[in-house]
């Protein structure tokens, strides 16, 4: 004889648990924000750009390694052509900015479009918490897509180095400092204009389109009238390359100041003007970004 | 039980530029199920909006479970919940992990928000859909997510705005059955609606809003069982009516419907009285049935 199953109608239950507060809700925020920039918990298609973005981020630093490892072992008098930690900025450089044109606009637009700031806004958060944590979100992934491929690179060189490999490692560390300057740089450059503009436009591919715009073509714009030789100031123009400001202040962190060819260093300004004007252009962007949050949530 | 207000205003007022949008709202609401009734155009929604600190007054000031709405505003919202009446779901998650992440937006820990998320949506009968996305569920599902993702964190108080917008009767049936239940859960609930009779099934309480001002506030009770009788007369009317003013009622008429009221004595009685004395006949005789409507309309609600 088999015995009868009982249901048991649990009801409701009260949560007496732990209870964090806005910490709490920073944090569910921001690593949200990490999800939806990398696709994760998302449908596959919102997957694939940016896991090929972070492949074409880390590859090159893999080959790097791989080909000093080939000429150290069967050339060791040959000098790697692939440059160092300096260089591989400028690759990086171009996949940040594809990624922020992508996830900037996942970060915010989403959430004001279909309704779910509503949802935010009963919530232990004020508007500053929100963008906070979304914007750190982005600098985060910034940072990693500039740092792991660095890192990669700094281990590998080391351990293919003909001292030992923690001697190595000690002899480059005074690169460590200047390698995360950079990516600051880099990072403060590209996310605050990428979430001003989503900010501001109320589609993800708009946003994406005006970012472009910013970015490349005002720097195409600002190579194109700095040459306006008759107007007067017009080598002022050459500050509109937003693009460029980071590898230029780059450039000086690493010591390399002249070596690109850059509009903003060819026009006589000095890399402590380009981080100026990333320093301003990144207040203004954030100031108008958390002005505008707080009258909507 | 505590009988101190859970919401309370007092010289409360918002103006959006030069149009004002409540002025001079004092209110002091116990626990319990609380309607806000009031046309479009009210005042409901910026009501709530100054509750959950979303908009500052212009003048004066609300208290929400003993916190300042606006100096106190993380304070309220660690403890409430809300179900707005727009959209507010992001449409290519499922109901599970948009249920998990407003638990965790609360402040709950991961385990505590997949728990609580998973029974939340057991109870709002979403068991089968939850790993389902919202862009592919209907009304009533959307609806039923959107109440699972305002009680998920088991506030203390839930704010419903609009609860049953554009829900067909069956589903109507079911939130307003999901709702009645929450009191039982320990969950105290302020329903806005302009739909008097979901707020005659769900709560306990009432405050009526028109065009900014609270035009009635208190038990559902008091104000829906008016003391007023109607009685339907055979016959000649004027000597009953003649009877009952002569001893003090107020009498309404309509055709030979009579609605009679005393503020000295009982309308029954007078009505007996009256009867028997003119030796008239009646064909039916009861309290009035006073709707939330009337109640609006003769408060001059439009």
């Avoid at chain 1, 209870?19 to 918990?41: K, Q, S």
């Avoid at chain 2, 908009?55 to 919202?77: H, I, K, Y």
């Avoid at chain 2, 964190?153 to 009767?169: I, M, S």
Wanted: aromatic residues 8%.
């Amino acid at each position: 004889m088999t015995e009868r199953g009982v249901v048991f109608d649990l009801g409701y239950t009260p949560h007496e648990g732990e209870r964090r507060g806005r910490h709490g809700a920073i944090m569910t925020t921001f690593r949200d924000g990490l999800y939806r920039v990398f696709g994760i918990r998302r449908r596959a298609r919102k997957k694939i750009l940016p896991w090929l973005l972070v492949v074409i981020a880390i590859l090159p630093a893999v080959v790097f390694v791989g080909f000093a490892f080939l000429l150290s072992t069967f050339a060791p008098d040959v000098e790697s052509p692939f440059g160092g930690h300096a260089e591989y900025f400028g690759i990086t450089a171009t996949v940040v900015l594809l990624f922020v044109a992508l996830g900037a606009p996942e970060l915010l637009i989403p959430d004001r479009r279909e309704g779910v700031l509503a949802v935010y806004s009963s919530r232990p958060l004020r508007p500053d918490d929100y963008v906070g944590a979304r914007a750190a979100s982005l600098l985060t992934v910034i940072a990693g897509f500039m740092l792991i491929p660095q890192v990669l690179m700094y281990i590998g060189f080391a351990a293919l180095s003909s001292d030992s490999f923690f001697k190595a490692l000690g002899t480059n560390a005074d690169e460590i400092p200047k390698i995360i300057a950079a990516a600051a740089m880099y990072a403060l450059a590209y996310a605050p204009v990428g979430l001003l503009v989503s900010t501001i436009a109320s589609r993800k591919a708009a946003a994406t389109g005006i970012f472009f715009a910013v970015m490349l073509i005002g720097t195409a714009l600002a190579a194109a009238l700095v040459e306006a030789t008759g107007v007067p100031g017009h080598r002022f123009a050459a500050l509109l390359g937003l693009a460029e400001h980071p590898a230029q202040v780059s450039d000086w962190i690493f010591g390399r100041v002249g070596s690109s060819d850059l509009i903003v260093a060819n026009n006589g300004f000095d890399p402590w003007v380009s981080l100026i004007v990333i320093l301003l252009v990144a207040g203004v962007s954030s100031a108008v970004i958390v002005w505008r949050y707080r009258r909507i949530m | 039980m505590n009988d101190a207000p859970i919401l309370s205003a007092r010289d409360l007022g918002h103006a959006y530029g030069s149009i004002v949008a409540l002025h001079g709202v004092e209110f002091d609401l116990p626990a319990g199920r609380i309607g806000l009734v009031g046309a479009n155009g009210a005042g409901k929604t910026t009501l709530i909006k100054i509750l959950l600190g979303i908009l500052r007054p212009t003048t004066g000031s609300a208290t929400v479970l003993g916190f300042d709405a606006t100096r106190d505003m993380l304070d309220v919202r660690s403890r409430i919940g809300y179900m707005p009446e727009s959209d507010c779901l992001p449409l290519d998650v499922t109901a599970s992990e948009f249920v998990v992440y407003a638990a965790g937006l609360a402040g709950l820990p991961s385990n505590a928000a997949r728990q609580r998320a998973s029974d939340v949506l057991t109870l709002v009968g979403l068991e089968e859909e939850r790993f389902r996305p919202l862009g592919g569920f209907s009304t009533g599902m959307k609806q039923r997510t959107k109440l699972a993702q305002a009680i998920v964190h088991d506030p203390e108080l839930v704010f419903l705005d609009e609860p049953t917008a554009g829900l067909d009767p069956e589903g109507r049936e079911e939130m307003l059955e999901l709702i009645s239940r929450l009191g039982g859960f320990g969950i105290n609930v302020l329903v806005s609606s302009h739909v008097l009779g979901d707020i005659e099934r769900t709560c306990d309480r009432v405050l009526m809003l028109d065009g900014g001002r609270v035009l009635r506030s208190g038990p559902l009770s008091h104000l829906v069982d008016a003391d007023i009788v109607s009685v339907d007369v055979l016959g000649d009317i004027s000597a009953v009516v003649e009877h009952l003013t002569a001893a003090g009622a107020v009498v309404e008429t309509s055709g030979s419907r009579l609605l009679v009221s005393s503020s000295d004595d009982d309308p029954f009685r007078l009505v007996r009285d009256a009867l028997v004395s003119t030796g008239s006949g009646m064909r039916s005789l009861g309290p009035k049935a006073t709707t939330l409507e009337d109640v609006f309309l003769e408060g001059g609600g439009t």
